[in-house]
């Protein structure tokens, strides 16, 4: 199975500041990696797939970059609704597997 | 506007069954592959199974098979997890899931069912 490793695990910052998370896998996985963001009580949502394609509807200011084993999503200007868990998936081979998360906090 | 409403969790004893459904409304069910995934209370996110639009392929995590069906109606746009054999590591809330194959990424979520269990 591919292990998917995110760091940090969590991470206080401001609005208006520019973060970066970062997710590693265990083998290459070409560029087969989502990033979704998860709300305090709520579902999921996919923001990034395939590495770098920002989905409908999600704000500019989050992006994704890197393909083989290191990615990063980077969000730019955060505002008061971006603090939430972060999570990256890898979808090149079964099992699908997920990072544990970041937690993006307001310092 | 996608629709996904899980029901059918609770709580249940060790060894016990379950059996999840979810109601699909907003798109054409059959034109999509379907998944769970579950997420224990204040942990992180894990791949269940996935159904291909005609059910005619399943895949399973590991530490489900065996225990846990997916099936689906495509008459009636339901989505199903039957679950046997249910350990205190089963607990989770399951999501019904849009997607997961051929595109990789978990399109839209439904808000989840909460599996409890516990003796």
């Known amino acids: 199975d591919v292990q998917m490793t995110q760091s940090p695990s969590s991470l206080s910052a401001s609005v208006g500041d520019r973060v970066t998370i970062t997710c590693r896998a265990s083998?290459?996985?070409?560029?087969?990696l989502n990033w979704y963001q998860q709300e305090p009580g709520k579902a999921p949502k996919v923001l990034i797939s395939?590495?770098?394609t920002l989905q409908s509807g999600v704000p500019s200011r989050f992006s994704g970059s890197g393909s083989g084993t290191d990615f990063t999503l980077t969000i730019i200007s955060l505002q008061p609704e971006d603090f939430a868990i972060y999570y990256c998936?890898?979808?090149?081979?079964?099992?699908?597997?997920f990072g544990q998360g970041t937690k993006l906090e307001i310092k | 506007e996608v629709q996904l409403v899980e029901s059918g969790g609770g709580l249940v004893q060790p060894g016990g069954s379950l059996r999840l459904s979810c109601a699909a409304s907003?798109?054409?069910?059959?034109?999509?592959?379907m998944s769970w995934v579950r997420q224990a209370p204040g942990k992180g996110l894990e791949w269940v199974a996935n159904?291909?639009?005609?059910?005619?392929?399943?895949y399973y995590v590991d530490s489900v098979k065996g225990r846990f069906t997916i099936s689906r109606d495509n008459a009636l746009n339901s989505l199903h997890l039957q679950m046997t054999s249910l350990r205190a590591e089963d607990t989770s809330i399951y999501y019904c899931?849009?997607?997961?194959?051929?595109?990789?990424?978990?399109?839209?979520w439904g808000q989840g069912t909460l599996v409890t269990v516990s003796s």
């Open positions: 395939a590495a770098s």
């Open positions: 907003g798109f054409t069910f059959s034109d999509y592959w």
């Open positions: 998936q890898q979808s090149n081979s079964i099992p699908y597997t």
């Open positions: 159904i291909k639009v005609d059910g005619s392929e399943k």
């Open positions: 083998q290459s996985i070409s560029r087969s």
């Open positions: 899931i849009q997607g997961g194959m051929p595109t990789g990424w978990f399109a839209q």
